[in-house]
């Protein structure tokens, strides 16, 4: 009967420890958009305009006198952990946007988000 008592303590306790979970939140650089993206257009939207819409940029590249490349990068994740069995699901959005500035004006930009969802 003491080791019946005990299983099922033990079984009691897996099912509850299981069953506890965690949610996390990350998100790290300018949060970008397809949506906020839109609105850049090119030879006519400047360089304070982005700046307005999207803020200081994580890296300013020099391509020669006359141009400049912007790169904005952004990565939210949202994710669901459990104390025994970990990470059971997970969305991640990526985002990254380049833009070529050309005398204060935008003259090309390029802009890739990427999702990956994972449920157990």
């Given at each position: 009967?003491?080791?019946?008592?005990?299983?099922?303590?033990?079984?009691?306790?897996?099912?509850?420890?299981?069953?506890?979970s965690q949610?996390?939140?990350?998100?790290h650089?300018?949060?970008?958009s397809?949506?906020?993206v839109?609105?850049?257009?090119?030879?006519s939207t400047?360089?304070?305009?982005?700046?307005?819409?999207f803020?200081?940029?994580?890296?300013?590249t020099?391509?020669?006198?006359n141009?400049?490349?912007?790169?904005?990068?952004?990565?939210?994740?949202?994710?669901t952990?459990h104390?025994?069995?970990g990470?059971t699901?997970y969305?991640i959005?990526?985002g990254?946007l380049?833009?070529?500035?050309?005398?204060?004006?935008?003259?090309w930009?390029n802009?890739d988000?990427?999702?990956r969802?994972?449920?157990?």
């Amino acid at each position: 009967m003491k080791n019946i008592t005990k299983y099922l303590i033990t079984l009691f306790l897996i099912i509850i420890l299981s069953s506890c979970s965690q949610k996390n939140f990350v998100e790290h650089g300018t949060p970008l958009s397809k949506e906020k993206v839109r609105n850049i257009v090119e030879g006519s939207t400047t360089e304070s305009q982005i700046l307005s819409i999207f803020g200081e940029p994580i890296n300013k590249t020099i391509l020669n006198s006359n141009e400049t490349q912007w790169t904005y990068q952004y990565t939210k994740k949202s994710s669901t952990s459990h104390m025994l069995i970990g990470e059971t699901q997970y969305n991640i959005i990526e985002g990254k946007l380049d833009i070529i500035m050309s005398k204060g004006v935008v003259t090309w930009f390029n802009y890739d988000e990427n999702q990956r969802q994972k449920k157990w």
